[in-house]
């Protein structure tokens, strides 16, 4: 399916681009809306699930919500289990590993989806 790319569109890539945080579809609705102030929370959640489906950012869904990140590149996800921060872990090996190393039966991965569960740094000053 092609599709065009929109001015909304457009501006919602470039959004996920600029951040690390993994917004939700109301906190890109929030910052898009800064720059098209006729953009509804409707039209992002189209465009994110259009982008997803296509493979242009990533849908994350962390503790029953949909979390998006603009990198696609082969990476994990922590999340901290008292501030919720989502953050990165660029390591393509470990991906890599896990897929060369499944052993399923009638099943051949091609990516993996890793997200650890833990808490972060800030987190782990406070005790």
């Given at each position: 399916?092609?599709?065009?790319?929109?001015?909304?569109?457009?501006?919602?890539?470039?959004?996920?681009?600029?951040?690390?945080?993994?917004p939700t579809a109301e906190m890109?609705?929030?910052?898009?809306?800064?720059?098209?102030?006729?953009?509804?929370?409707?039209?992002?959640?189209?465009?994110?699930?259009?982008?997803?489906?296509?493979?242009?950012?990533?849908?994350?869904?962390?503790?029953?919500?949909?979390?998006?990140?603009?990198?696609?590149?082969?990476?994990?996800?922590?999340?901290?289990?008292?501030?919720?921060?989502?953050?990165?872990?660029?390591?393509?090996?470990?991906?890599?590993?896990?897929?060369?190393?499944?052993?399923?039966?009638?099943?051949?991965?091609?990516?993996?989806?890793?997200?650890?569960?833990?808490?972060?740094?800030?987190?782990?000053?406070?005790?």
């Open positions: 399916m092609v599709t065009r790319n929109t001015f909304q569109r457009q501006k919602i890539l470039e959004y996920l681009s600029s951040v690390k945080t993994h890109v609705y929030k910052e898009v809306l800064k720059d098209i102030p006729t953009i509804t929370l409707a039209t992002v959640y189209r465009n994110l699930n259009l982008l997803a489906k296509q493979g242009v950012i990533l849908r994350l869904e962390v503790n029953k919500e949909y979390h998006y990140d603009g990198c696609t590149e082969e990476h994990q996800h922590g999340v901290c289990q008292k501030c919720g921060n989502i953050m990165d872990f660029m390591n393509e090996e470990l991906s890599q590993y896990v897929i060369t190393h499944l052993k399923q039966k009638d099943f051949k991965p091609s990516t993996v989806n890793i997200i650890f569960q833990g808490t972060c740094e800030s987190c782990n000053e406070v005790l």
